[in-house]
Nanobody, 115 residues
Framework: QVQLVEAGGGLVQAGGSLRLSCAAS????????MAWYRQAPGKQRELVAR???????NYADSVKGRFTISRDNAENTVYLQMNSLKPEDTAVYYC?????????WGQGTQVTVSS
């Protein structure tokens, strides 16, 4: 059974940083496409960053240059380093794994950026 457990969310002032982690079990992250999504109140869930099995990455335009997705294959964990945070980054952040056409989701972690 696949489980994705996020951690690292919290309250931070604008301009600050947070690092989210997603510990995976039941799936080998280096063989999957891993991603971070977010959903703000009243808005649709949106892709923030993705890392493919080959290591290529892509980012939403709104976070380019500020966020970095990475993975630690030995720990089977994916990270999202978020710098220069803005109030508009406030959302619930979800870890996602796509493995052989099956989507898996974590429970989400709240990130709140105060102005």
């Amino acid at each position: 059974q696949v489980q994705l457990v996020e951690a690292g969310g919290g309250l931070v002032q604008a301009g600050g940083s947070l690092r989210l982690s997603c510990a995976a079990s039941g799936i080998i992250i280096r063989d999957a496409t891993m991603a971070w999504y977010r959903q703000a109140p009243g808005k649709q869930r949106e892709l923030v960053a993705r890392i493919r099995s080959g290591g290529s990455t892509n980012y939403a335009d709104s976070v380019k240059g500020r966020f970095t997705i990475s993975r630690d294959n030995a720990e089977n964990t994916v990270y999202l380093q978020m710098n220069s945070l803005k109030p508009e980054d406030t959302a619930v952040y979800y870890c996602n794994a796509l493995d052989e056409l099956t989507d898996y989701w974590g429970q989400g972690t709240q990130v709140t950026v105060s102005s």
